[in-house]
């Protein structure tokens, strides 16, 4: 591997700091585990990494404010659960460290209206809605500011942030050519699972669609969703033959379950010798398997609220402490006096 580490479709420099985000729509999914957290966790054995909660995002959707704290820490039960380690990886919350908003209000200076109006998240949202929170608009430059606050060059993320980064690139380019070199253009790190579907087998596995499965739940609340995932639509009756290359759990086993027993299982849907129920049930037993470690680890975290919330203030310290010095640089080649802050 040499100089590089692999992260299955993308490698990263050494050298290269890492930094990515994650809505705190509370317990994380499987989509969001395939398609972000297991890369986050192998990536911090060699770069360093900045892993960050975005309640200042979430604010864009319908949460109410009592429960968005709750929602934090849940988030943030579920990076420790799966390995992210608060020795090696600055986790913190993103309101923790006012410089994000404050960068964003700076990168609205060089960020084009329509840019942001051709973003598919925001033409998906906004079409759903009556009136629409310029916040839902400039959602990326928010996004932009997190990754270059802390000059992140690799940024391992799901399939549908894509374009987001894209935006982050060009916002970094505009600005540097406006107030010199500075900021570095932000890979995407892709882990190679692609867009994971929710159990409608059709939608985005996303928490606001109520398609998800948490990868903290317990072995029967796995059943209870897993039981409920839509097979091959031609798959009638028992006896029917199916099709595993069309069917959304099959394309779950790749992921969860033992790589030995997919052509068995493959070739016994095919046969329609085994029928979507107990496919299912195998299914769920090996999500449950696979997170029965972090599920542990996680009812530890839950019992001590207070060590949690000391690893997050840690990771707001040591993430101030980058963001101050950004700012203060960009402060200054902007021609912003912002005396009084630290
Ligand atoms: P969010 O909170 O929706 O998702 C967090 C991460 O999980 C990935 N993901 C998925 N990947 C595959 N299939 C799915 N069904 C699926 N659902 C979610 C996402 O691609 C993402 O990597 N705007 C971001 C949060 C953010 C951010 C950032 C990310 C804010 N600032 C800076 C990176 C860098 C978002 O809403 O992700």
């Not at 690139?169 to 500075?182: H, K, L, P, S, V």
């Not at 900021?183 to 882990?191: D, K, L, T």
Request: with cysteine; hydrophobic share 35%.
């Amino acid at each position: 591997m040499g100089d590089e580490m692999s992260t299955g479709e993308t490698t990263v420099p050494k050298g290269v700091r890492v930094f990515s985000g994650m809505q705190p729509s509370g317990e994380a999914h499987l989509g969001n585990y395939l398609g972000a957290l297991r890369q986050w966790v192998s990536l911090q054995d060699e770069h360093e990494c900045f892993f960050c909660i975005v309640d200042q995002h979430a604010i864009m959707g319908n949460v109410a404010p009592d429960e968005l704290p709750e929602r934090v820490l849940d988030l943030a039960v579920s990076f420790l659960a799966v390995g992210l380690d608060p020795e090696r990886s600055t986790i913190f919350v993103q309101s923790d460290v006012p410089e994000h908003t404050e960068l964003a209000w700076l990168f609205n200076a060089v960020t084009p209206v329509g840019n942001l109006e051709r973003m598919t998240q925001y033409k998906d949202k906004s079409a759903e809605l009556e009136s629409i929170p310029s916040g839902l608009l400039n959602y990326p430059i928010l996004q932009a500011a997190d990754i270059l606050l802390y000059r992140a060059g690799a940024v391992p993320v799901g399939e549908d942030q894509l374009q987001h980064l894209e935006l982050t690139r060009e916002i970094a380019r505009r600005w540097n050519a406006r107030y010199g070199e500075f900021f570095p253009e932000p890979e995407a790190i892709r882990g190679g699972a692609g867009r994971i579907l929710g159990l409608d087998g059709k939608a985005k596995m996303s928490k606001s669609l109520g398609n998800t499965v948490g990868i903290l739940a317990e072995p029967d609340e796995v059943w209870d969703r897993v039981r409920t995932a839509v097979t091959d639509p031609q798959r009638i009756r028992r006896d029917d033959p199916g099709r595993p290359e069309v069917c959304n759990v099959f394309s779950l086993h790749r992921h969860f379950t033992d790589p030995d027993r997919i052509p068995d299982i493959a070739g016994q849907c095919r046969a329609a010798t085994r029928g979507c129920v107990d496919c299912k049930r195998i299914l769920a037993d090996s999500i449950a398997d696979h997170f029965e470690e972090a599920r542990e680890r996680a009812a530890e975290l839950r019992a001590s609220p207070d060590l949690l919330r000391e690893i997050l203030d840690q990771g707001a310290r040591r993430a101030r402490t980058e963001a101050r010095a950004t700012l203060k640089e960009v402060r200054e080649r902007m021609g912003i006096r912002g005396r009084g802050r630290g």
